[in-house]
């Protein structure tokens, strides 16, 4: 306790000594906190970034589009540039060289690790009666060459497991349901196959759009969108992300994506469909608000509809939306459409899901075990009482060479005052949770993306797919409890953020009593995934053979024999495939550890 607060503890003070008590703690702290940030930078960790609200407050001032650093002006992220075609253009759109350089060059694109092997190893189960044959390439899944070339731009080498499999499922129109974890590149797993079998009749297929390489009057040339792909998940997060790597595989293409979230600015999303929209990715509010404008938004001409995430969303409350979007807003009558649904289990609601939407001959895939973390997370637990996690928090981080790191609380008030602690340490942090405002939240992702503030205090908002290069380490500074979440969420947070395609990670979690509740949960998956069990956890490890609660369809759903079988195993892991595990070698190197990317060595 500062010595200034044994005086404050007096009961005979009158109001000028408590101004002078105020003015003494003051300068106490901040001296405290001036040597705890010189200790910060010591240590390497940068400078905080004071938040400049006045910019952030003007937000309806025009905003550059497609601008990645947002210093000077913030851009929203519905506004990113892409791909403008031109009638003129033949089949394939020339070069954008600038465009191609902050789609596929930006330092802070996550690229494959050197752990992704671990991810080519995982198994992969085909549980329904048509088993696709995995495909071993990207050259050999019979992918238009624009995708092709845009999945090489990418620096994408061979396909993840889940690829292998929905590439040749969705290429030979079956309705898929994955379940399949975030980071093993779902996102491409349905973007790859369904903007390739397009690539080649959008002419045919798409809506009419205007000429806007030379200017846009939405007045005079605006149309109303009617996509041919909608992609709906559950937070704007992941929306914006899925827009972005949709970016990318539309490039040179006459494919046009658009992405509408909640929050956002709904002028410039209606202007952006305006200028037409072939794909459209969506979170389910946003959404349904334009289906309810027809002349604005058309899903009659949808041809694949998407959903990710699906368990999540069927936790909310969105029943009716979810008929209304599955049906197309009653105008679809292409009897060519095709559902896909990725989630990361396969429970109750969603086997009930596959069972009302997917073509009886659908094909399901599921990636490792639902709900496993993979071997690439190094996981500790450390025994923590409530009243020292700041000070323990504070050690660690200082204690870790500096890294980008997520902290995850349970309540938006503690991200709060989780964040300011962090920040009057002299720790660059920031923070996200759903009260702040969508441009708020979307300044601190491109903060925490960039590095500018490699520290990044979250509530589960962000706990769902959200892909930022070398995340090293997932601080739990608050476990998730049963009632929220329990394990499947403690998964999902270490899970989605490390360890993506491969990248290694840290997940630290702070125990105490109060976590009693996941106890068990955790030390199983804690041995599942060979990490050490604490001392303080031991009374939990269970005898015998370990048991999940899995989510295996025992039920039958009518889709014919259950077969399964690791045919991924077989196909993939062959070291006499051209895609030996040399060449993959070769492509995802091994960099120094700060900075671990895919140099493409393979192209
Ligand atoms: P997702 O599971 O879709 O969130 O993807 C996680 C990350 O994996 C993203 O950063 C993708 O760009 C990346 N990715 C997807 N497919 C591949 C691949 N075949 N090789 C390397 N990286 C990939």
Not at 488 to 499: L, S, V
Not at 535 to 559: K, Y
Request: hydrophobic share 35%; charged share 25%.
């Amino acid at each position: 306790m500062p010595d200034a607060w044994e005086g404050a503890a007096r009961e005979d003070l009158d109001m000028g000594d408590v101004a002078a008590v105020a003015e003494e703690v003051a300068g106490q702290t901040s001296h405290m906190n001036e040597a705890a940030a010189a200790l910060a930078r010591e240590k390497g960790w940068a400078e905080p970034q004071k938040y400049n609200y006045d910019v952030y407050n003007a937000s309806n001032k025009p905003r550059e589009a497609g601008t990645e650093d947002g210093a000077a002006a913030p851009v929203w992220a519905c506004n990113a540039a892409k791909y403008e075609w031109k009638e003129e253009y033949g089949d394939v759109g020339p070069r954008n060289e600038e465009l191609e350089k902050m789609l596929f060059r930006s330092d802070y694109h996550n690229r494959a690790g050197d752990k992704f092997e671990h991810l080519r190893e995982i198994k992969v189960t085909a549980e329904t009666t048509h088993q696709p044959q995995p495909v071993k390439s990207f050259d050999d899944a019979g992918l238009h060459p624009i995708m092709l070339e845009n999945v090489k731009l990418c620096g994408y080498a061979v396909p993840t497991p889940v690829q292998a499999y929905s590439i040749p499922a969705i290429m030979n129109n079956y309705d898929l349901m994955a379940v399949a974890q975030t980071g093993s590149g779902k996102t491409a797993a349905f973007l790859i196959p369904v903007l390739s079998k397009l690539m080649g009749k959008a002419k045919k297929l798409a809506a009419p759009r205007p000429n806007i390489t030379e200017g846009f009057d939405s007045s005079l040339q605006g149309v109303r969108a009617e996509p041919l792909v909608l992609i709906v998940a559950p937070t704007r997060e992941l929306v914006t992300q899925i827009f972005d790597e949709a970016r990318r595989f539309c490039y040179r293409s006459m494919l046009r994506p658009c992405v509408v979230y909640g929050g956002g600015p709904i002028r410039d999303q209606r202007m952006e469909l305006q200028k037409g929209c072939d794909v459209l990715i969506a979170t389910p509010g946003r959404l349904i608000d334009f289906m309810d404008k027809p002349h604005v938004l058309s899903l009659s001409r949808v041809r694949y509809t998407i959903i990710d995430e699906a368990d999540e969303m069927l936790h909310s409350d969105w029943d009716q939306e979810f008929v209304k979007i599955m049906s197309g807003g009653d105008t679809n009558e292409d009897a060519d459409h095709r559902y896909m649904m990725f989630s990361a289990t396969f429970n109750k609601d969603c086997r009930e899901l596959a069972r009302k939407y997917l073509s009886n001959d659908y094909v399901r895939i599921r990636i490792g075990r639902a709900g496993s973390t993979h071997l690439n997370v190094s996981q500790q637990v450390f025994y923590t009482e409530d009243n020292m996690k700041k000070q323990c928090l504070y050690d660690l981080l200082l204690a870790m060479p500096p890294s980008r790191t997520l902290v995850f609380v349970n309540s938006k008030s503690q991200a709060d005052l989780l964040d300011d602690y962090l920040f009057n340490m002299g720790l660059p942090s920031t923070s996200i949770h759903s009260d702040r405002t969508q441009l708020e939240r979307e300044d601190a992702l491109r903060a925490f993306r960039t590095a500018k503030s490699p520290i990044l205090v979250t509530t589960g908002v962000a706990a769902r797919g959200l892909d930022v290069k070398n995340v090293m380490h997932v601080i739990n500074f608050d476990l998730p409890s049963c009632t929220h979440g329990g394990i499947d969420e403690y998964i999902h947070r270490i899970e989605g953020r490390t360890a993506r395609i491969g990248n290694e990670g840290l997940a630290t979690s702070f125990y105490n009593d109060r976590n009693d509740d996941i106890s068990a949960d955790l030390v199983k998956i804690l041995i599942e995934s060979k990490q050490p069990v604490p001392d303080f956890l031991q009374s939990e490890v269970p005898e015998g053979e370990l048991t999940f609660d899995d989510d295996t369809d025992n039920e039958g759903d009518g889709n014919g024999e259950e077969a399964s079988g690791d045919a991924y195993g077989d196909a993939y892991a062959d070291p006499a495939t051209e895609y030996s595990n040399d060449t993959a070698a070769a492509a995802v190197e091994t960099p120094a550890p700060a900075e671990k990317v895919n140099t493409g060595a393979a192209w």
